[in-house]
């Protein structure tokens, strides 16, 4: 049975058939961060934009400190890469390394911008009309617009799209499933924004020439099937349904929604578009509806501040660039015992150093956690073989052996277990009884072998040039020997040395000859004092 | 008995030219082994190993001349995967050969190089560029850090630096735990 037929039935039967391996259920803790409606915070004075904001390459900065910046204006672009933004209007204080909101908790470039208040926007430049506009020209528009995936793995938006566009794409599945505990960002914007969603889902399908849109959300999100599908309605649109899929973390994860709806599996090392479907969280599609049809750039996100370190949880649409400081400010600021700050959700996320990190585009939560929400680390006991690990890994892996691999450094074995295939969800750490970091492993292991990748290719690319030298060297060397040989044997062959002889004594000749003629001529134009 | 005698004489015929065929145009032109081999070792041409270059050192492994913890820059992942491949005992590297370091590359001093070109000469990758009494400059991306333009240099103009690491570079570190398993196999 096709992919296409897969999603049909699921569709028809208006709620998921099958299941993923594996997978845990946890505590949602959603509703704390529910129960005020999104607002903007207040301007911040200062908005730090790091360059870095993509899967890819760090943006080359397109303004100098002192230059004036208008709200929207491109301030940063590398090339295959989506662009960065001002978000705000005002003037450009910095350009210099500064915490960047990354999981290594290293600084990077990023361009500090002080706020004039006047929220002057930029020329945007709009495309008239989508449903005309020629697919290219759109995805133009989302690269312009400096869009990339808002569901955490910030992939740029256009290159998805055209990549999809060249395959044969029959569904578009939105991604709504936020399975992560505490995060509610997509689940507040499609309560609020459903009508943005479904315009960018449309967009979005008519860009990849897709015939059906399926969003996929969560069955504890209330009343958002109905606002989705009443704005789907409105639109007259066919072919856009709504599926609810079961609360079992991580869903939300590509692989696992795919297989969820259709009881395929991607392949390992393959995409969703070798299935004929391409997924987009539901954030980026109502980001695309916004760079489309007003042709603002991605300078705001949904984000949610919440936790029991935080007086009052809730939503906010911020500028990117806004400290987390000043979004908790705006929540009423710190509960008394805040121990830790994590950007994104407690299974996935990472801590930070500061709160002075920025919104960045990945930047879906900021978590403050207390003293009691943080467990006493455990010490780390060796593992035992109980299998707990391999039976909720979501990607069917054997974390267990993975884990004894990498410690012990057998990449290859561990190439072959799967491991890029690990999506570090965390479950395994979760429900490990020896306290092993097991994700910490993986994600080590995987640096690991991006590190020898490169390292293979910098020794290849040495390699060639040492041969490409020594070849260099062995030419001119035979070269050289060659002409010695040349002017020996010329040496030795005496008709050649008569011949010799011959031309230089004619060439003495003709210089004379020569000679005595410029003398004469000399002589007749001469100096007239001589005559 | 003539017939058999003929029948076996021809098929001998037969399939001498069918091997000798063979011979000719599946004939393998380098030893495999010593490609093996020199795909595993870094490629830095520093000649700490006593050989001159990688693929020397190599053949010298493949000819059982040289042991396989002679090279500093592979370090002990580089002597694992040599022993894995030929099948014999990981050993700790051989001192007399170096330590194992972090990868460095080298840098010019400008305003210290005279030109003189010898360390251009000394560049196994052809990463210094440079002509006669002009300045010097070495291509880091393509420096490997063997450090054999240190020796020849009149004016001791280069130095050694680490290699810079941005964000796009960056690895994981180690999870640091108190057990230290060895699995056993």
């Known amino acids: 049975m096709t992919s296409a037929r897969r999603i049909e039935q699921a569709v028809d ?39 870095f904001q993509h899967a890819g390459d760090i943006a080359k900065p397109l303004v100098r400190v002192g230059d004036q910046v208008l709200k929207g204006q491109q301030i940063g672009q590398s090339q295959p890469c989506a662009a960065v933004h001002a978000p705000v209007s005002g003037i450009v204080e910095f350009i210099e ?40 020209s759109l995805i133009t528009q989302l690269q312009e617009c400096g869009l990339a995936g ?3 793995a ?60 399926v969003i996929a959300i969560e069955d504890q999100m209330g009343a958002v099937k109905e606002a989705l599908t009443r ?44 299935l004929g479907m391409v997924c987009q969280n539901v954030a980026t599609a109502a980001a695309v509806a916004d760079a489309v049809v007003e042709g603002k750039p991605l300078i705001e996100r949904y984000i949610t501040v919440t936790g029991n370190g935080i007086s009052q949880p809730r939503n906010f649409q911020a500028l990117l660039g806004t400290s987390f400081s000043h979004l908790v400010e705006a929540c009423g600021g710190y509960q008394d015992d805040v121990a830790r700050l994590v950007v994104g959700g407690p299974m996935m996320g990472y801590p930070v150093a500061t ?31 109980c299998g707990e690990c391999a039976r909720v890994c979501p990607a069917t892996l054997l974390p267990q052996q993975l884990h004894l691999q ?102 003495a000749k003709n210089k004379n000859n020569t000679d005595q003629n410029t003398s004469e001529a000399d002589s007749i134009v001469g100096n007239p004092d001589d005559a | 008995m003539l017939i058999s005698i003929l029948l076996l004489t021809v098929l001998g015929v037969i399939f001498g030219l069918g091997l000798g065929w063979a011979a000719m145009h599946f004939r ?79 840098l010019i001093d400008e305003s210290r190089c005279i030109g003189c070109t010898l360390c251009i000469q000394a560049c196994p990758v052809d990463a210094i560029v440079g002509a006669a009494k002009l300045m010097h400059t070495v291509i880091t991306s393509e420096c490997t850090g063997c450090n054999l333009c240190l020796p020849p240099c009149p004016v001791d103009c280069i130095d050694i630096v680490g290699v810079e690491t941005d964000i796009l570079r960056w690895r994981e570190p180690r999870p640091q735990t108190g057990l230290d398993l060895v699995l056993v196999q």
């Open chain 1, 150 to 152: 808002l569901g955490g």
């Open chain 1, 231 to 274: 704005a789907a309605e409105r639109t007259d649109c066919e072919n856009i349904s709504v599926i609810k899929v079961p609360k079992v973390y991580p869903e939300g994860g590509e692989r696992q929604l795919i297989q969820v709806l259709t009881g395929l599996e991607v392949p390992a090392g393959g995409r969703p578009s070798d």
């Open chain 1, 13 to 51: 039967a208006g709620k998921h058939i099958h299941r993923f391996h594996g997978g845990l259920r946890l505590r949602h803790n959603k509703r704390i961060s529910c129960q005020l409606a999104v607002e903007r915070p207040p301007l911040p004075e200062l908005l730090v934009v790091p360059l």
């Open chain 1, 355 to 385: 709160d002075e990190t920025p919104v960045v585009k990945r930047s879906n939560c900021v978590l403050a956690l207390t003293t009691q929400d943080i467990a006493e680390p455990q010490p780390e006991m060796p593992c035992i073989r």
């Open chain 2, 28 to 106: 393998v032109r380098s030893d495999p082994v010593v490609e093996r081999i020199d795909a595993l070792l870094p490629q830095t041409q520093c000649g700490q190993c006593g050989y001159p270059g990688c693929r020397p050192y190599a053949e010298a492994i493949s000819k059982d001349e040289a042991d396989i913890n002679q090279c500093p820059p592979g370090g002990e992942a580089g002597i694992r995967a040599l022993a894995d491949l030929l099948g014999r005992e990981a050993k700790p590297l051989n001192p007399e050969n170096g330590e194992e370091t972090a990868k460095t590359v080298v």
């Open chain 1, 406 to 507: 990498i410690r012990n450094g057998l990449w290859e074995p561990a190439e072959e277990y799967g491991l890029t295939a690990c999506i570090e969800c965390g479950c395994c750490d979760h429900v490990c009884p020896s306290h092993i970091p097991l994700v910490e492993w993986f994600r080590y292991g995987k640096s690991e072998q991006r590190r020898r990748a490169l390292e293979n290719e910098a020794s290849d690319k040495a390699r060639k040039r040492f041969e490409d030298r020594e070849a260099r060297l062995l030419k001119i060397k035979q070269e050289r020997a060659e002409k010695m040989t040349r002017r020996k044997k010329m040496l030795k062959d005496k008709a050649f040395q008569q011949d010799r002889i011959r031309a230089s004594i004619d060439r």
């Open chain 1, 154 to 213: 910030v992939f740029p938006t256009h290159a998805k799209a055209r990549d999809g566009r060249e395959r044969n794409i029959h569904t578009l599945i939105l991604n709504g499933v936020e399975c992560e505990p505490y995060i509610s960002c997509d689940e507040m914007l499609m309560r609020e924004q459903p009508g943005k969603i479904i315009l960018g889902a449309r967009i979005l399908r008519r860009v990849l020439g897709a015939g059906r849109v």
């Open chain 1, 97 to 136: 390394d500064r915490p960047m909101s990354h999981p290594s908790g290293q600084a990077g470039p990023c361009v500090v911008i002080r706020a004039d208040g006047r929220e002057q926007w930029v020329a945007l430049k709009p495309i008239s009309d989508w449903r005309t506009a020629s697919a290219d």
